[in-house]
């Protein structure tokens, strides 16, 4: 069964680096997606994407986040000077279509750890 | 907005019996989706089930069933024939229409199995 995948499944690095975060979505999806969860605290939207742009964007995704999809099958979460906060557990999604009954399929997810 | 309220952070429900985890939801959207996510403790986000804002009836999916009542705008989870591994952290979460296509969560349920 196609799943989403993530990497690194741990990524641990000192405030004020930058961080480049990967997924490959589910291969004939069309919608992307990232979420990050605090540990402990629910799931939040980060940022959607498609057709090549950001659909969708929460205050949470500011300038210090950009997404990219570089090639074909990665989509990809900078972020360019981590702060303290930024500690958290990151989660692309992807989707076959946008209607609001299509579900998102998460990948097993990212857990940033920001020193 | 939409808004998701879980009101249970914790659950506890001896093996092979049913249980309810409660989501209620605001929403001014007209047509909308409502979904179930279960994250085990290593993190991931798996999907269980969905319920579109115009099915007429609930959803069922194996040992998942849905409760949804529009007029009281809640969308419970019944899981039948609790198992060990069911234990886990759900997550209720609604997409509405409009350009966002985010899922919105709930602050999440604690459930546990008890042998």
């Known amino acids: 069964e196609p799943e989403v995948t993530q990497t690194p499944s741990h990524q641990v690095t000192q405030m004020g680096q930058e961080v480049i975060l990967r997924c490959v979505p589910i291969?004939?999806?069309?919608?992307f997606y990232w979420y990050r969860q605090i540990l402990g605290q629910k799931v939040e939207f980060l940022v959607s994407?498609?057709?090549?742009?950001?659909?969708?964007k929460s205050e949470i995704f500011d300038d210090q986040f950009s997404v990219e999809r570089p090639d074909g099958s990665n989509f990809t979460l900078k972020i360019r000077s981590t702060k303290l906060e930024d500690s958290a557990m990151y989660f692309c999604?992807?989707?076959?279509?946008?209607?609001?009954?299509?579900?998102?399929?998460f990948g097993p997810g990212t857990r940033l750890t920001v020193l | 907005a939409q808004k998701i309220t879980q009101t249970q952070p914790g659950m506890f429900v001896q093996e092979k019996e049913a249980v309810t985890l409660d989501c209620t939801y605001d929403?001014?959207?007209?047509?909308?989706?409502l979904f179930w996510y279960k994250q085990p403790s290593s993190g991931e986000m798996i999907f269980l089930i969905y319920?579109?804002?115009?099915?007429?009836q609930n959803a069922t999916e194996g040992r998942y069933s849905l409760n949804f009542q529009k007029a009281r705008k809640s969308a419970n989870l019944v899981i039948s024939a609790s198992q060990l591994g069911d234990s886990a952290m759900y997550f209720c979460?609604?997409?509405?229409?409009?350009?966002?296509?985010?899922?919105?969560f709930g602050s999440g349920t604690q459930l546990t199995v008890l042998p």
């Open positions: 999604a992807s989707s076959s279509r946008g209607g609001i009954y299509n579900e998102q399929f």
């Open positions: 291969s004939n999806h069309l919608y």
């Open positions: 994407f498609y057709n090549n742009e950001i659909s969708e």
């Open positions: 929403t001014s959207d007209p047509s909308y989706g």
């Open positions: 319920q579109g804002s115009y099915d007429q």
């Open positions: 979460a609604m997409r509405g229409t409009g350009s966002a296509r985010q899922l919105t």
